[in-house]
């Protein structure tokens, strides 16, 4: 889905934490949300999922707001947010609350575990898993409904380099499965492996929006550079 953003703004109190955003975003993109912490990356992939409601402007995927694409707009935490329950139960339940019927439930389930390596935990409580397990899990079970668009907030972060190297290869696989990815990172490493657009941002405001290749040679911007320099060495 195409992603527009017109004049978005989010403010709380007297602080003003986005800042008049307007960009357009094709639905064939991979893109990096970059900037420093408390840039506002965060904030804008609740704003673009719907999580919270702008003070000002609109977010669009399609021409419509997000609350017209339940389920088809999904979000992936830095830290997994998964129940007390199995690995299968996990998934059945987000599926169990869209309404779908069981038998529909369960070959999603398995088609989902299956795509990021994990159906041999499937009864394994969540709470066990690694941390890279626990990823895949959160992202089988945003796959599981079928969305068009997924968040992804820090995904690899707080992973050893086989399990991020798991989660890159299950976003590639999304990819050409024509899936929508906006994934906020600061591993530049990973940004050029995955993504064909940046948008860089610096205290909730949008400094850049280019292709991959204009952000890493043609940038001209300090704070684009510092940051590129800063991550890089």
Known sequence: MELHLHQLAYRVGDKQLIDNIDLHSAAQ?????LGENGSGKTLLLYLCHGLLKPSFGEVLWNARHPSAWRGAITMVFQKPILLRRSAYKNIDHALFLQGLPRAQREARV????????LTEYKECQAYILSGGQQ??????????L????????????????HSANSVEYIIKDMQQNGIKIIIATHNLAQVRRLCDEVIFMNQGRLLCHSSIDDFFN????????????????
Do not use: N, W, Y
Not at 29 to 33: D, M
Not at 146 to 155: A, C, F
Not at 227 to 232: A, D, G, L, N, P
């Open 135 to 144: 990823q895949r899990l959160a992202i089988a079970r945003a796959l599981a």
């Open 29 to 33: 993109h991979c893109t990096a949300l």
């Open 110 to 117: 398995m088609a989902a575990l299956e795509q990021v390596g």
């Open 146 to 161: 079928r969305p068009s668009v997924i968040l992804m907030d820090e995904p690899t972060s707080d992973l050893d380099i």
């Open 218 to 233: 043609k940038s001209s911007e300090e704070q684009i550079c510092t940051f590129i320099k800063s991550q890089e060495f």
